[in-house]
């Protein structure tokens, strides 16, 4: 059974920076984390869970929710199945609980929503 483990979150002040990273363990059956397009998703207060950047398995497919564009960075290392997330003058809006998990469809104008294995998530918490 696959693993995901997030961590990187913590608490800053608007316009700070955070980096998250997710590491996937126990692939099975022959898969890898190579074969899966990987995602962050974040879920607010009150909110429903939001896909906010996805790439696919080797990073020539990259998506950003229009609220991030600029501002967020997604990148893998399929060596060590780590998925990665830097996000640059962070704003109140940008606080939750932000998890990794495969998107049924990542391309560079879409992602849908997660499947397969998630993980606990890591909280951001940006205050003015």
């Known amino acids: 059974q696959v693993q995901v483990v997030e961590s990187g979150g913590g608490s800053v002040l608007a316009g700070g920076s955070l980096r998250l990273s997710c590491t996937a363990s126990?692939?099975?059956?022959?898969?890898?984390?190579?074969?899966?397009?990987m995602g962050w998703f974040r879920q607010g207060p009150g909110s429903e869970r939001e896909g906010v950047s996805c790439i696919n398995w080797n990073g020539d497919h990259i998506y950003y929710v229009e609220s991030v564009k600029g501002r967020f960075t997604i990148s893998r290392d399929n060596a060590k199945n780590t998925l990665y997330l830097q996000m640059n003058n962070l704003k109140p809006e940008d606080s939750g609980m932000y998890y990794c998990a495969p998107p049924y469809v990542c391309v560079s104008t879409n992602m849908g929503r997660a499947f397969g294995f998630w993980g606990h998530g890591t909280q951001v918490t940006v205050s003015q």
């Open positions: 126990g692939f099975e059956d022959g898969l890898s984390f190579s074969n899966y397009a």
